[in-house]
């Protein structure tokens, strides 16, 4: 290939660009801490409670729906990945901690809905929830530390999450 055509060819690539040393660590320990954090809270919760991580998720969302949300939206909303959403609502519906309704004005669709067992168990496990997110997460963190970590990824999940169902406001 002659050197006019490659120069010609590489003015065509967008230049892309690559974080700094600094920068990468940092994103690393974000993505290594999150899975890591997930995991061990997966794991305790399944073992305090009996309920995977996943079904908190869904008892979370559907504790702010007291008439329920259609799976859809609760799809929208959960944070862990949609992929096997209704066999996970099959699951708690078979153990009691949701149901299946129609809602009235549309008989193709239906709303999951918590149960009163389900809403016991929800306070079950936040409480051993918030037990680990104290023990695992935030013990380990100054008051300045988490304001730093608070400002800094409200900017990266307004750039990457749009706003709507499903963003934590706490």
Request: a positive charge; glycine letters at 6%; hydrophobic letters at 35%.
């Amino acid at each position: 290939m002659s050197e006019q055509l490659r120069s010609g060819l590489s003015q065509l690539k967008p230049s892309l660009s690559s974080p700094s040393p600094e920068r990468l660590r940092a994103w690393r320990l974000v993505f290594e801490s999150a899975l890591a954090l997930r995991d061990v809270l997966d794991r305790e919760l399944e073992r305090d409670v009996g309920i995977p991580l996943r079904w908190y998720d869904v008892l979370v969302h559907l504790e702010d729906a007291p008439r329920g949300l259609r799976m859809k939206d609760l799809a929208k909303q959960i944070l862990f990945s949609k992929s096997g959403l209704t066999r996970v609502v099959d699951r708690m519906e078979k153990t009691g901690l949701v149901r299946r309704v129609h809602p009235k004005d549309d008989r193709r669709s239906y709303l999951v809905v918590l149960t009163d067992d389900g809403r016991e168990e929800m306070v079950q496990a936040r409480r051993h929830h918030r037990h680990g997110i104290e023990e695992h997460f935030a013990r380990y963190l100054s008051d300045a530390d988490i304001k730093a970590l608070t400002r800094a990824f409200e900017k990266v999940i307004d750039h990457a999450r749009p706003p709507g169902p499903g963003r934590i406001d706490e």
